[in-house]
């Protein structure tokens, strides 16, 4: 079991960055891989981010490719969205959640049974 706090959410303009963190609960965060998805009003969660439980394995969606970066630090059980060159878009919210480290079917968030609550985003134009 492992519970998820996101924080770092808020309103940025077009272009700029901001940095949002998920806390985890428990001894055994550094056995499950991690990832952010994201809500638009309106529109279905998609996916964002994942990384695997060591960090050595990261897999973006297309739309942020190259603009976000995901990270963490398993010593604070803590993981990471850093998202440059943000854009109107990009305006969500952002859950993070955990799974068994396993690679397949990385997009679907049937496969990821602990979510956190959200962080809004917001960027203006």
């Known amino acids: 079991q492992v519970q998820l706090v996101e924080s770092g959410g808020g309103l940025v303009q077009a272009g700029g960055s901001l940095r949002i963190s998920c806390a985890a609960s428990g001894r055994t965060f550094s056995s499950y891989a991690m990832a952010w998805f994201r809500q638009a009003p309106g529109k279905e969660r998609e996916f964002v981010a994942f990384?695997?439980?060591?960090?050595?394995?990261?897999y973006y969606a297309d739309s942020v490719k190259g603009r976000f970066t995901i990270s963490r630090e398993n010593d604070k059980n803590t993981v990471y969205l850093q998202m440059n060159s943000l854009k109107p878009g990009d305006t969500a919210v952002y859950y993070c959640?955990?799974?068994?480290?396993?690679?397949?079917?990385?997009?679907?968030?049937?496969?990821?049974?602990?979510w956190g609550q959200g962080t809004q985003v917001t960027v203006s134009s």
């Open positions: 990384i695997s439980n060591n960090g050595g394995v990261t």
């Open positions: 959640a955990a799974r068994a480290n396993y690679y397949t079917n990385y997009r679907s968030q049937v496969n990821y049974p602990y």
